[in-house]
């Protein structure tokens, strides 16, 4: 089994069936799923929140979800997202009034942890917390919007994230949102990252199952 973990976007998947679109994704072969929260004030978009989330689980989904809070403020809605059943919470540092306080929030609850660096965002948001977090998300892509270009950039950013966590000897994961496809998910673990997540490439296509396998395939090269 390898150390690569690939997360759909549902932010991309069909909300009229969501129970039933996030069952097919599992089925064929997700390994979590990606829960894009917006609240048209971090960021230009509205999306979706702690009850659908908590629908999820009561509709039977058992996989990790991993919640992307694109949110200001941050605090109030990781106590409603604990209890809503998610795995993992990431969130913005500079939409959080205090890092540590949000890490440790989440923290206690028994959850995984994580930081999102928008392209833009420097890196040294990490100084002082790399021993209270699991995950550094790095968006390839500025957030708000499936569907866009993945940023070159990024590839020298998830570097600088690689070379930290490799630095801290912690078992943070690095995972990477934006952009990414089959044609660039090789280049992308290369650059450092192990937890993929791919919203537009994954539910666009044809037929999931196969979408999945050729990402895994381009991973095992
Ligand atoms: C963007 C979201 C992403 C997005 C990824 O703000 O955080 O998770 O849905 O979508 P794709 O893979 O289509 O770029
Ligand atoms: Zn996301």
Redesign the pocket.
Known sequence: MSNFVIAP?ILSANFARLGDDVDHVLAAGADWV?F?VMDNHYVPNLTIGPMVCHALRKHGVTAPIDV?LMVSPVDRLIGDFIEAGASMITFHPEASEHIDRSLQLIKDAGLQAGLVFNPATPLHYLDYVMDKIDMILIMSVNPGFGGQSFLPSTLDKLQAARARIDASGRPIRLEV?GGVKVDNIRAIAEAGADTF?AGSAIFNADDYQTEIAKMRAELAL
């Open positions: 976007s990606h894009d992307h949102d997540v």
